[in-house]
């Protein structure tokens, strides 16, 4: 496959997104606590990402975090055709949070949630982890079904995040390396 990117330019927001080939992802949103989640999908789906993203984030991360999940979608709908498998599951813990992320490249996007974040965390505001993901199965338009539980909230969104990612990995075939699967590269 080759590079592929997408650009999304509105009074709010500034979003430039590419798929490359390079072996780690740039991700540069503005917002700590996303940008590592991102890294986590990235790593997890071995889609490696470019992603430079400038929001309105004096008044908050909702615009920026949506626009991402929008540009995020249209580029996986752009690759369709590299589709490999329609239903796909993963099952990611970490520590104490299970995630079980269901997608169904239905060409109807959708997002249904089992579950409630009711925390937030220091600087992410932890509603936005739906707008995300609506947004990006709208312009995706696969149909997204997210299960989680646990108490730690950071835990409990990144075990979303690197299920995603594997969720995505197997919808496009993508094999492991013989990497360690751990963005530290030690278990």
């Known amino acids: 496959m080759k590079k592929i990117k997408l650009k999304r330019k509105t009074r709010e927001t500034y979003i430039k997104i590419s798929l490359i080939n390079k072996k780690f992802p740039n991700i540069q949103t503005g917002i700590g606590f996303f940008n590592h989640m991102l890294e986590q999908f990235s790593f997890n789906s071995k889609f490696i990402l470019n992603i430079l993203a400038k929001g309105d984030l004096k008044v908050d991360q909702h615009h920026t975090v949506e626009d991402i999940g929008i540009v995020l979608g249209k580029l996986f709908r752009k690759i369709k055709k590299f589709v490999k498998e329609r239903y796909v599951n993963a099952f990611v ?20 949630f089992n579950f409630k974040l009711k925390k ?12 995300f993901f609506k947004a990006f199965s709208i312009n995706s338009k ?16 990144e075990s979303i995040f690197k299920a995603f990612g594997v969720a995505i990995k197997k919808i496009f075939n993508k094999k492991n390396s013989n990497i360690i699967n751990s963005t530290k590269f030690i278990i």
């Open 93 to 112: 813990a970490m520590d104490e949070s299970i995630t079980n992320f269901i997608i169904d490249v239905s060409g109807r996007g959708n997002v249904f």
């Open 120 to 131: 937030n965390l220091k600087n992410f505001n932890s509603d936005l982890v739906f707008e």
């Open 142 to 157: 696969y149909t997204i079904h997210i299960n989680n539980y646990g108490n730690n909230m950071h835990h409990r969104i």
